[in-house]
Structures are given as C-alpha cells and as structure tokens.
Nanobody
Framework: QVQVVVSGGGLVQAGGLLRLSCQAS????????MSWFRQAPGKEREFVAT???????AYADFVRGRFTISRDNGKNTVYLQMSSLKPEDTAVYYC?????????WGQGTQVTVSS
C-alpha cells in the first residue's frame, strides 16, 4: 500500500519562499511520476509541476521560473521549492504519486501568502 505524506506548508509574506516535501512509502519510489497540484478556495484543483522517473520536468505556466520541483529517490521524497510567492499562490497543495493507472494522493498542506 502506497502512502503519500505531505509537509512544509505555512504562512509566508509575498515575495517569500517555502519548501514543500512529499514522501511516498510502499516501495518503488523511483518508478513513480510525482506531481504537485493545488486548489484555491472556490476553484478547481490545478496542475503545478511534475517530475518523471527519468527526471523530465514540466511546470504550469504560472509557476515557471518561481517554483522548482526535484526528487530524491534515496529518500522517497519529492520537493517543491517555491520562491517569489504571490498572494494568488495561496491554496492547498497536494502531492500525487502515479504509476501506470494508479494514482496515490497525499493529504493537502495549506500555503497562505500574505500581501
């Protein structure tokens, strides 16, 4: 059974930085596509960034240049380094581990950016 645990959210001022961590247990971490999503109040969940098994990375346009996704297969962890944060980045951030047709979601972590 895969468990996905997210940590690192909090309150930060605009322009600040924050790092989210997502650890997936259950074995085979290096075979998972790891992704970050977010959901702001009253809005649908949206894609933020993804990193494939090969290390190939993709970002949503609204975070490119500000957020960096990385993974440490030895620690079964994916990170989302967020910088130049804006109030509109305020949302609950979710991590997803994907292998084949199976998706495993972690609990969300609240990120609040004050102006």
């Amino acid at each position: 059974q895969v468990q996905v645990v997210v940590s690192g959210g909090g309150l930060v001022q605009a322009g600040g930085l924050l790092r989210l961590s997502c650890q997936a247990s259950g074995g085979g971490f290096s075979t998972y596509v790891m992704s970050w999503f977010r959901q702001a109040p009253g809005k649908e969940r949206e894609f933020v960034a993804t990193i494939r098994q090969s290390g190939l990375i993709a970002y949503a346009d609204f975070v490119r240049g500000r957020f960096t996704i990385s993974r440490d297969n030895g620690k079964n962890t994916v990170y989302l380094q967020m910088s130049s944060l804006k109030p509109e980045d305020t949302a609950v951030y979710y991590c997803k581990a994907q292998r084949g047709v199976s998706d495993y979601w972690g609990q969300g972590t609240q990120v609040t950016v004050s102006s």
